[in-house]
């Protein structure tokens, strides 16, 4: 009798244990999903606020742009960016820019 208990015991854990599995991966999911709707958010408002010429959002804009960081990686955008933050006064970015068109001679982005 004591081993036919055993054994439901076990079944039951095993139940639990699945079931705390599923509800962690719907979790998961569930805040990938969140977090990456609020980068995708933080880079659409980049793209307006360097736009609109404020030099640390164009300077940010094109890292974005350089590395691929939640847009499509793009040389002649980031150079874009790095050139308008470089003109606005933003002596940070008209060092990015050297460096970025450096390296650009020497490889591709």
Known sequence: MQIIEYFNM???IELYLI???LFFTIWFIL????YYH???RKVKNL???????????Q???????QKGVMVKKSCQK?????????FSGNEEARGY?????????????
């Open 78 to 86: 980031a150079a874009f960016w790095y050139q308008k933050a470089a």
């Open 59 to 65: 300077g940010r804009l094109a890292f974005h742009y």
């Open 31 to 34: 805040n990938t999903v969140k």
């Open 47 to 57: 793209h307006r606020f360097a736009k609109e010429g404020e030099m640390d959002a």
């Open 97 to 109: 820019l050297q460096n970025f068109l450096d390296k650009s001679k020497k490889k591709k982005c």
């Open 10 to 12: 076990v079944e039951n």
């Open 38 to 40: 609020g980068e995708k």
């Open 19 to 21: 079931i705390g599995l």
